[in-house]
């Protein structure tokens, strides 16, 4: 499980009360973290998603119950736009997923422990039109070989400011290479939105990077002209 970053503008996520008759599991599930490596939901129906499934982002920590166009007993622990995945206290807490928007209600599992274990990990895919959650959890929980295109959202779809949390994201990463690739991306936005980046709005990156194996020759002969 993984946390929301530290580095990335928190929006506002979902939050569950504290339930009796929701299992102590999901509770000290999301107290490790919100965000799985095994995400992907098979269905036996399509979804608006997906002709195979759909995708569950962001568990929903504690706190008070988030606000949505469903009956009392049901009780979302997560919430993408119009899709949500609930517990339905009228059937033991059985877990199910809803989308308002198509009007598709399906009983996914009986348990939460049972849902658990139907997921499955999948590679992200950053397509445009997702959500901030949405490409938060994919963007965490990318390989090396998804740093790359994420940050190509990031640059392409992303407000600058958010662009840059995510290259000093990558840039704090332990594994070198997607600091190696985080350092390519950012090379090229400084050569490509130079008259926007100010001293005060890099230097975090500069620090993070200067601190970088990978990027100490590139610093050494770059950093110097970029001011």
């Not at 994201?169 to 490509?192: I, P, S, V």
Request: glycine share 2%; charged share 20%; with cysteine.
């Amino acid at each position: 499980m993984h946390p929301w970053p530290t580095q990335i503008t928190k929006p506002v996520l979902p939050t569950i009360p504290q339930l009796e008759q929701i299992p102590a599991s999901y509770y000290r599930l999301v107290h490790r973290g919100i965000f799985a490596d095994r995400y992907f939901l098979p269905t036996a129906e399509p979804t608006s998603e997906a002709p195979d499934g759909v995708s569950l982002h962001a568990l929903a920590t504690v706190g008070p119950r988030l606000t949505a166009p469903l009956p009392d007993h049901l009780v979302p622990f997560a919430q993408d736009g119009a899709r949500y995945f609930v517990f339905d206290l009228n059937a033991g807490a059985a877990v199910r997923y809803i989308d308002t928007e198509v009007d598709q209600w399906l009983t996914i599992a009986p348990t939460f422990d049972d849902f658990w274990t139907q997921l499955q990990h999948r590679k992200p895919i950053f397509a445009e039109g997702m959500s901030k959650q949405a490409f938060t959890h994919f963007a965490v929980i990318a390989a090396p070989s998804d740093v790359e295109p994420a940050l190509e959202y990031a640059r392409e779809f992303l407000p600058l400011k958010d662009c840059l949390e995510w290259l000093l994201f990558f840039a704090q990463q332990a594994d070198e290479a997607k600091q190696a690739t985080a350092l390519d991306e950012y090379a090229f936005l400084r050569r490509l939105q130079r008259e926007h980046l100010s001293r005060d709005l890099v230097q975090p990156l500069d620090d993070a990077f200067s601190d970088s194996a990978v990027a100490a020759d590139f610093f050494k002969h770059q950093v110097s002209n970029w001011y």
